[in-house]
């Protein structure tokens, strides 16, 4: 028993620090990644802890007209993400805190950071918190029934709801991937990726101060260590969802435990994995403009198309 | 025991209203003989119906009176008592608010009519949810339905209180209709008007009887639960109530629906065919995306919470109608964890939405308007409110960890399980039912975002709200017991679902419970095979531990370094309430994408005086179409009216026609008599 329990805190703290150590890098490399391939010379790869450090010694700038929401937010949405992120397998298939929570657990734990985000973006009383926060409240409304459906097809195809069971079923099944039912709900999934964290055509990552961004306008008014949370969270989020996404649909390499060796060669696949993914996201990021707001829900009908494709094809094959 | 208490909350509360109409010339007396009472009554109320729950056998409740025409019959099964818990709590906590809520109308309004209508409601709520008799349960039904109607109209003077008033007494009297018909067809084929003759007998009656009853049973419960489309009624009535009365309407009367139909479809029928279940879980899918959809256009904020109302029961009805066809199936277990959900949520809709309409009271009685454009920065002259609003608002998105997530995690759980128990094309209906079920919550959390933010955030956009004062004493405390019963019934989810044991052993001779519990009530298992876990209670503590180890530790460090200052104005001078995004401008996006449903019509006016580019004065209207009022109810009320107009050629107006009608009908009756 006691054993359990200590295997489980070495597990957690190791999926803690992988994730909180891990997200600004995988910012990091999309971004030079992507300035690269606009033979731009782009930053320095670690230039996001940078930020962050940096952003942490500052002091802040707090607006006249905000209530405690504002200053709650930070944290709500930094708990609230790093405790999704230990509720999904990165590393082996049993999730540290896959008790706590499945795949639904992840999405509404995520839902929650986004709303106390919204409220603080109409805190401040300023026009482009309200304008993101609409936004990003319809864009995120729109793109969960395809998110949903292409859940529920990977639950229908593993028999369970649960990440572990799920990521369980996958290991070793490398065929799963090619079935017709798991690559449309793969296609759903990753463009609702796109629209949840915020990247082109979507929403453009890179803008402040233009009338056409979305999460950028929503934490505008946000500054020093506050600032740091919100970003940090946001990079977290999006190492939250790509390894969902690479870990449901392509487990190569998913350790069944977390020790020894394999632990090593599980995190050395991951890396892999989320490398592949990261320059997938880049090529797609420089080969589309950003879409107007209002073609989006286009995007986001073909991501729901997508996803009843996938739904209808599980018992079609 | 049982009944003792439940039969002393009963006489309590009629003494509260006889005595209220008799105090009804002194106010202060009428509105604490009014609150007293009705907190009394629901007390013991709750105590009776806890224990009954729990009890094993349904306590029978009987008094020395009744005839055949009238008779008392009373019985508390464990479903009647976890719908008598459900009311008995949100009726404390209303009974509390109105301590302090209704001292604002004293000397102004009757309070003597007020609190015998009050307290009469309550009484009938208690005896619909606990009638035996068919009869009984129709004469319950309808003293609800006139003390909810003479409570809706209670701000008579103004016209669109007595039009909703008079459209909810239509709509209501429509139901009944057809819910009379269907008790007429029932007692007819078991020769009795005791519920307990009917059990079963549903099923056992040819199809096509046992379709029509059903139908006629689901519209005439639906009317009141306010299913789309017979919801007109609904966002027209519960926001020109007083706000106390808003509460009770939202929270517990359209449940005497839900309850209608949880006694016909789980004691009347046996195993119902699955389309009955289809159609259930279609009209769910149908009221919760329009009731959204329509709140998220709402800037009347008791309107925009009665709209949800619409939603709410419509994700509740999802639960009923797989309930229902788990139940056609054969999946006992399934069908369990389905009515489980359903049920749980509707004890969470009234604790929730009691709380926001109790809340939506404060602020409209602060800031003297229900327009959400006119309030603004409302948190900090009112935090106590803001805070509660802030915990129904989370609660009703179903966002974790709180009791909305819970029961809607349920409902997916059955959703989810739904598409492996039936090969033939229906099980579609699952997963499409799950995702826009998924697309529904989501939508509610935006249109919470825009009903916390606008009134409560950012600055006041009227003078009545920056002079809002915070609610009385006893309004917080009403308020803080059903905000509190959100995150009880948010954490506490495994010890909650076992109440649920002895209502599924009742209705489908299964005990869940023990399958829904997992690591020694740490976490909720849907009990289906791999249905993942989730641990509420684990997640509050998770962020508790972290924020006290260190988000408290860390803001009082960075707070020494940061300083206030103005918001980012674009270089204008100065950021007013004129800058700030609107209730309007928020949902605008989802306006524009969704303008097949809403058809929205706008008219901009400006008036200029030197030049078009710049205006003096600008007029802006917007307005969408409200489908169903428009395009069902339109024509239907024209053909009513048309006929009524025709009919009319039979009213005389002399008595000696009236009386040759009478003879007429007396010798048709006697001669059908003699034929049969």
């Given at each position: 028993m006691m054993e359990r329990l200590i295997d489980r805190m070495i597990e957690n703290v190791t999926q803690l620090f992988l994730l909180?150590?891990?997200?600004?890098?995988?910012?990091?490399?999309?971004?030079?990644?992507?300035?690269?391939?606009?033979?731009?010379?782009?930053?320095?790869?670690?230039?996001?802890?940078?930020?962050?450090?940096?952003?942490?010694?500052?002091?802040?700038?707090?607006?006249?007209?905000?209530?405690?929401?504002?200053?709650?937010?930070?944290?709500?949405?930094?708990?609230?993400?790093?405790?999704?992120?230990?509720?999904?397998?990165?590393?082996?298939?049993?999730?540290?805190?896959?008790?706590?929570?499945?795949?639904?657990?992840?999405?509404?734990?995520?839902?929650?950071?986004?709303?106390?985000?919204?409220?603080?973006?109409?805190?401040?009383?300023?026009s482009f918190g309200g304008l993101g926060s609409s936004r990003e409240m319809t864009i995120s409304a729109l793109a969960e029934?395809?998110?949903?459906?292409?859940?529920?097809?990977?639950?229908?195809?593993?028999?369970?709801?649960?990440?572990?069971?799920?990521?369980?079923?996958?290991?070793?099944?490398?065929?799963?991937?090619?079935?017709?039912?798991?690559?449309?709900?793969?296609?759903?999934?990753?463009?609702?990726?796109?629209?949840?964290?915020?990247?082109?055509?979507?929403?453009?990552?890179?803008?402040?101060?233009?009338?056409?961004?979305?999460?950028?306008?929503?934490?505008?008014?946000?500054?020093?260590?506050?600032?740091?949370?919100?970003?940090?969270?946001?990079?977290?989020?999006?190492?939250?969802?790509?390894?969902?996404?690479?870990?449901?649909?392509?487990?190569?390499?998913?350790?069944?435990?977390w020790f020894g060796f394999g632990a090593l060669q599980g995190i050395a696949w991951l890396l892999a994995k989320l490398l592949l993914l990261s320059c997938a996201i880049v090529l797609l990021e420089t080969v589309n403009a950003k879409m107007r707001l209002f073609r989006v829900p286009e995007l986001l009908a073909v991501a729901f198309t997508l996803g009843s494709l996938a739904l209808v094809s599980t018992f079609l094959f | 025991?049982?009944?003792?208490?439940?039969?002393?909350?009963?006489?309590?509360?009629?003494?509260?209203?006889?005595?209220?109409?008799?105090?009804?010339?002194?106010?202060?007396?009428?509105?604490?003989?009014?609150?007293?009472?009705a907190l009394a009554g629901s007390l013991l109320d709750l105590a009776a119906s806890a224990a009954a729950i729990f009890s094993g056998s349904p306590a029978v409740i009987g008094l020395p009176f009744g005839n055949p025409v009238f008779t008392w019959a009373v019985r508390l099964d464990p479903l009647?008592?976890?719908?008598?818990?459900?009311?008995?709590?949100l009726a404390a906590a209303v009974s509390l608010y109105s301590f302090g809520y209704l001292r604002e109308m004293e000397?102004?309004?009757?309070?003597?009519?007020?609190?015998?209508?009050?307290?009469?409601?309550?009484l009938s709520l208690a005896l619909v949810f606990t009638a035996s008799n068919a009869f009984f349960f129709l004469v319950a039904w309808e003293v609800m339905a006139l003390s909810s109607?003479?409570?809706?109209?209670?701000?008579?003077?103004?016209?669109?209180?007595?039009?909703?008033?008079?459209?909810?007494?239509?709509?209501?009297?429509?139901?009944?209709?057809?819910?009379?018909?269907?008790?007429?067809?029932?007692?007819?084929?078991?020769?009795?008007l005791d519920f307990s003759s009917f059990h079963l007998l549903a099923s056992r009656m040819p199809a096509l009887q046992q379709g029509v009853v059903f139908l006629l049973f689901l519209f005439g419960f639906g009317v009141k639960a306010g299913l789309v489309p017979l919801h007109i009624w609904l966002p027209e009535a519960h926001p020109v109530a007083p706000s106390n009365v808003s509460a009770l309407m939202s929270g517990i009367v359209i449940k005497t629906g839900i309850y209608g139909m949880a006694r016909v479809?789980?004691?009347?029928?046996?195993?119902?065919?699955?389309?009955?279940?289809?159609?259930?879980l279609a009209i769910g899918v149908a009221s919760a995306l329009l009731g959204v959809l329509y709140a998220l256009m709402e800037h009347d904020l008791k309107r925009l919470l009665a709209w949800h109302s619409i939603e709410n029961i419509g994700i509740i009805l999802m639960g009923f109608g797989a309930a229902l066809m788990f139940r056609a199936l054969g999946h006992g277990n399934l069908a369990a964890l389905a009515l489980i959900a359903a049920l749980y949520h509707t004890f969470n809709h009234a604790m929730f939405k009691g709380l926001l309409f109790l809340g939506a009271g404060s602020v409209v009685q602060a800031t003297h308007t229900r327009n959400m454009e006119k309030m603004g920065g409302l948190i900090r002259r009112m935090p106590v409110t803001a805070l509660c609003f802030l915990v129904g608002a989370v609660a009703i998105s179903g966002l974790p960890p709180l009791n909305g997530f819970v029961s809607e995690w349920l409902t997916y759980q059955a959703l989810l399980a739904g598409f492996g128990t039936t090969q033939s094309l229906t099980r579609l209906m699952f997963p499409i039912a799950g995702s826009l079920l998924a697309l529904t919550a989501a939508l509610a959390a935006a249109c919470f975002v825009k009903a916390f933010a606008i009134p409560f955030l950012a600055l006041p956009r009227s003078a009545e709200a920056a002079e809002a004062r915070e609610a009385s004493f006893p309004m917080r405390a009403g308020m803080a017991v059903l905000a509190v019963g959100c995150v009880a019934l948010g954490l506490g989810a495994t010890w909650f679902v076992r109440v649920f044991d002895p209502i599924t052993q009742q209705a489908l001779g299964v005990r869940a419970s023990s399958a829904l519990v997992m690591a020694r009530g740490l976490a909720l298992s849907p009990g289906t095979a791999h249905g993942g876990t989730i641990s509420t209670a684990g997640i509050a503590l998770i962020f508790l531990l972290a924020g006290a180890a260190f988000a408290v530790p860390l803001a009082m460090r960075w707070s020494r370094r940061s300083v206030k200052g103005p918001v980012w104005d674009c270089g204008l001078p100065g950021l007013t309430a004129d800058n700030e995004y609107t209730a309007t401008a928020f949902s605008k996006p989802l306006r524009m994408i969704f303008s097949a449903l809403y058809r929205p019509r706008r008219?901009?006016?400006?008036?200029?005086?030197?030049?078009?580019?710049?205006?003096?004065?600008?007029?802006?209207?917007?307005?969408?179409?409200?489908?169903?009022?428009?395009?069902?109810?339109?024509?239907?009320?024209?053909?009513?009216?048309?006929?009524?107009?025709?009919?009319?050629?039979?009213?005389?107006?002399?008595?000696?026609?009236?009386?040759?009608?009478?003879?007429?009908?007396?010798i048709l009756l006697l001669l059908f008599g003699v034929r049969g």
């Open positions: 909180l150590a891990l997200a600004p890098l995988v910012t990091g490399v999309i971004r030079t990644l992507k300035a690269r391939l606009q033979t731009r010379r782009g930053p320095n790869i670690l230039q996001p802890y940078r930020d962050l450090g940096k952003l942490f010694r500052k002091g802040m700038v707090i607006p006249e007209t905000a209530s405690w929401i504002f200053a709650a937010t930070p944290w709500i949405v930094f708990f609230s993400t790093v405790l999704a992120g230990l509720m999904i397998p990165m590393v082996a298939a049993d999730a540290p805190l896959g008790l706590f929570g499945g795949v639904l657990a992840v999405i509404y734990l995520l839902g929650l950071g986004r709303f106390f985000l919204a409220l603080s973006g109409l805190d401040s009383g300023s029934p395809a998110m949903m459906l292409a859940i529920f097809t990977v639950a229908i195809g593993a028999g369970s709801a649960g990440l572990t069971e799920i990521a369980g079923a996958a290991i070793g099944q490398n065929w799963r991937f090619l079935a017709p039912a798991q690559m449309f709900a793969f296609a759903a999934l990753a463009l609702v990726l796109i629209a949840e964290t915020g990247r082109i055509p979507v929403d453009n990552p890179d803008t402040h101060l233009e009338l056409t961004m979305i999460h950028e306008a929503m934490i505008l008014e946000y500054s020093g260590p506050y600032l740091a949370l919100i970003e940090w969270a946001a990079s977290i989020k999006q190492l939250v969802l790509m390894t969902l996404l690479i870990n449901c649909f392509w487990p190569v390499g998913l350790q069944h435990t | 025991m049982i009944a003792e208490l439940f039969l002393s909350g009963i006489v309590v509360w009629l003494a509260g209203a006889m005595a209220s109409l008799a105090l009804w010339r002194q106010p202060a007396a009428a509105r604490r003989v009014t609150c007293g009472a009647s008592a976890y719908f008598n818990v459900t009311l008995a709590v000397g102004r309004r009757n309070l003597g009519a007020f609190g015998f209508f009050f307290n009469l409601l309550l109607f003479f409570l809706i109209s209670f701000e008579h003077e103004k016209e669109k209180t007595r039009n909703a008033g008079v459209l909810f007494l239509i709509m209501s009297h429509a139901g009944s209709g057809l819910m009379l018909i269907a008790f007429l067809v029932l007692a007819s084929a078991s020769g009795s479809f789980f004691d009347f029928y046996g195993a119902p065919p699955v389309w009955m279940g289809t159609v259930v008219e901009i006016q400006a008036e200029f005086e030197v030049s078009p580019h710049y205006p003096s004065a600008i007029r802006f209207e917007s307005e969408i179409e409200l489908t169903f009022e428009k395009r069902l109810y339109g024509p239907l009320r024209e053909r009513i009216m048309a006929m009524a107009n025709r009919m009319k050629g039979i009213q005389a107006g002399s008595i000696n026609v009236y009386l040759a009608y009478i003879f007429i009908t007396l």
